[in-house]
């Protein structure tokens, strides 16, 4: 199906396990976004990648990683994850052909116990 | 850095009544988007703003926005039940090649019978 989907929706996991989110997009977006929204912080950048094997930090990197080998795919991986971790993870693409604006896959609700 | 203030955070209006959420970003920036995200949703494209004086109108909404000013609006139209959601403004760093958008805190709009 076309969009942007991402996977699993819900995660529930334990400190210190490493967990890995993805997020799949159909339309080639050059330019794909990890975001995390928490009550009273709104939307935060986590990283962000400009195109396949270039990635940057964005506002809140700590304690994840990223890679983009394939220009549809972003994943993003909590290494050990931690309680502060629990959070709603949006992923985004955007392209040229829409001025940039970005569009936004489901979410994964993420708790970390 | 960039800052996107929104105002006001929460907002209570009666089905009928007219209203303004304001945007105020603090540098020079071409590009303004609107979202929307209902509770427990992905965020949805309303508008994007790609010039001084644009104005765009859906249905009971309608977007404007002033780049001397730093300022985007938001104005509602005889509210309806149906437009209660959170309201974000993002704003996209001029002269940056990489298209990152710095989110507002977001509006809680509840529209009330």
């Known amino acids: 199906d076309a969009g942007i989907t991402q996977s699993p929706r819900y995660k529930i996991t334990e400190t210190g396990r490493q967990v890995t989110l993805m997020c799949h997009q159909t339309w080639s977006h050059s330019y794909m976004f990890w975001y995390r929204q928490d009550l009273g912080h709104g939307l935060r950048l986590i990283y962000y990648?400009?195109?396949?094997?270039?990635?940057d930090k964005g506002e809140v990197p700590d304690g994840y990683v990223v890679s983009r080998s394939k220009t549809e795919n972003f994943p993003l991986t909590l290494e050990s994850a931690t309680r502060s971790q629990t959070s709603v993870y949006f992923c985004a693409s955007s392209g040229f052909g829409h001025h940039y604006e970005q569009y936004f896959g489901p979410g994964t609700r993420l708790t970390v116990t | 850095e960039l800052k996107v203030e929104q105002n006001p955070l929460f907002l209570s209006m009666q089905e009928g009544k007219n209203y303004t959420i304001y945007c105020n970003y603090s540098?020079?920036?071409?590009?303004l988007y609107w979202y929307r995200q209902d509770p427990g949703k992905s965020l949805e494209s309303l508008f994007v703003?790609?010039?001084?004086?644009a104005v765009k109108q859906e249905g009971r909404l309608m977007a404007s926005l002033d780049t001397k000013a730093r300022l985007s609006t938001l104005h509602i139209t005889a509210a309806v039940h149906d437009l209660s959601a959170t309201y974000f403004c993002?704003?996209?760093?001029?002269?940056?090649?990489?298209?990152?958008?710095?989110f507002g805190k977001g509006t809680l709009l509840t529209v009330n019978p």
């Open positions: 993002a704003v996209d760093v001029r002269g940056g090649s990489n298209y990152k958008l710095t």
């Open positions: 540098t020079t920036s071409d590009r």
């Open positions: 990648s400009a195109a396949a094997d270039i990635t």
């Open positions: 703003l790609l010039s001084n004086g």
